[in-house]
């Protein structure tokens, strides 16, 4: 477990941007330094632990890029197209231990060893085939052309992969182009989570009146097993001062983070807060954000607990911005800092400097084709629908004050911040 001292979490502004978060969380929280072996097929979305030098270059020999024709590079045409005999063919997989004879050409494959001595293929597109049967070649092509190095993606030795690299589909198809069956990854995430409320019934159980369906557990669940975590689901613990202490140290002990979401607030029904003081120290941070409320971070014996608001897309915001980041530093992943691509906005809107917003936003095509942002047209905090129905969030910085038709923001598509 990585183990937090007390005041790992202390700040001392009445109000945290949200880049204060993100460094003072990347500089504060320390990486586990568990690791375990992985299979190649199971290593999409681990974090790797260690730098991987390629043992291999790529591609591991020179091949030919085309299905075609190979020559002597001192048999180019220059000026005018050349007829040369054909002798040899080199298949994909096959040897290419035939050197090519000077003044004759070899039919060759894409992917094909170049046969000894060749340096240059013609595309068969480019060649006709004349009475005699020989290869008619046309002047101009450089030397080297439609050849593929070897090692000229990457040489033997270069360190391709890094430590803390999140393995994307991308990563894993060079490792096993690198012959690679196994990699050393960091030991999943281990969180646990829950919900506290006495207003919250768990989907499948019998719902009162004034109750409503635990939602947020499970887009938190689902959002820290997107970023390779492994949940405990802990269900909800109700509005109890001495349960949720007693449950929050069962789990502190078994776990690399502790995500809790609703009870926060400053309202005398919030008790996580001095649930998690009875056990541990907490410090609530005012974070200058919309949607977004005060986000408790706390420290049980080293294990660190985030305390997100309970309405859904103050949630999934703060999600985004405090959770995230932890995962990926208990995790020692690379940062991967969020990079809102410039769209046009298709809406107006005010706001309050100082301080930054998030609007969710469905993205269209304008007259023009270019892309634009349209404003989910409610606010509420609450709505899960406005996060079902968009396709992101147009993040609006502390300068900005408002937003008008035309204007380019950036935009945060759901699919990249997790
Ligand atoms: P709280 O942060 O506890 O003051 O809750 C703020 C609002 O979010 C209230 O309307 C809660 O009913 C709602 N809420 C709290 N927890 C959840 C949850 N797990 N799922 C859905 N809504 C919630
Ligand atoms: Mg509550």
Not at 97 to 124: E, L
Request: charged fraction near 20%; glycine fraction near 12%; charge should be neutral.
């Amino acid at each position: 477990m990585a183990q937090l001292s007390d005041d790992c979490f202390a700040f001392g502004g009445p109000m945290m941007s949200v880049d204060e978060a993100v460094g003072l969380i990347t500089t504060r929280v320390n990486a586990i330094a568990d690791l375990e072996t992985v299979m190649l097929a199971d290593a999409d979305g681990r974090v790797l632990a260690r730098d991987i030098a390629a043992p291999v270059p790529l591609p591991p020999f020179t091949n030919s890029a085309v299905d075609g024709y190979a020559v002597r590079n001192t048999d180019l045409p220059q000026a005018e197209e050349r007829a040369l005999p054909l002798d040899g063919r080199i298949q994909a997989g096959g040897p290419a231990n035939v050197a090519v004879k000077p003044g004759h050409t070899a039919r060759i494959f894409t992917g094909a060893p170049m046969p000894p001595g060749a340096g240059t293929v013609f595309m068969q597109e480019d060649v006709r085939i004349d009475e005699a049967g020989k290869i008619v070649l046309p002047p101009g092509l450089k030397p080297g052309a439609n050849v593929r190095p070897a090692g000229e993606d990457i040489s033997e030795g270069h360190i391709a992969l890094r430590a803390g690299q999140r393995l994307r589909p991308q990563h894993v198809a060079l490792a096993a182009a690198f012959g690679l069956t196994r990699l050393d990854a960091v030991r999943r995430i281990r969180v646990a989570v829950f919900s506290t409320g006495d207003e919250l019934a768990s989907p499948g159980a019998p719902r009162s009146a004034s109750q409503l369906f635990d939602s947020n557990r499970f887009m938190l669940m689902a959002m820290l097993r997107r970023l390779g975590c492994e949940v405990s689901d802990l269900g909800i613990l109700r509005d109890d001062r001495s349960l949720l202490a007693d449950g929050l140290k069962r789990v502190a002990g078994t776990h690399d983070l502790i995500l809790t979401t609703g009870g926060v607030s400053t309202g005398e029904e919030d008790h996580v807060k001095s649930a998690v003081e009875s056990v541990g120290s907490l410090v609530l941070w005012r974070m200058a954000i919309k949607p977004g409320r005060p986000v408790a971070m706390g420290i049980i014996g080293g294990t660190p607990l985030i305390g997100l608001p309970g309405n859904p897309v103050a949630s999934f915001v703060t999600f985004v911005h405090v959770v995230r980041p932890t995962v990926l530093a208990l995790a020692g992943s690379l940062p991967e800092p969020l990079t809102p691509m410039p769209l046009r906005a298709a809406f107006s809107y005010k706001k309050k400097a100082g301080r930054r917003e998030y609007v969710r936003a469905t993205l269209r095509r304008g007259d023009d084709g270019a892309l634009e942002a349209v404003k989910f047209p409610r606010e509420g905090a609450g709505l899960l629908s406005s996060l079902v129905e968009t396709d992101g969030l147009v993040e609006l910085g502390e300068n900005i004050t408002g937003v008008e038709p035309g204007q380019s923001v950036g935009f945060l598509p759901y699919a990249g911040l997790i």
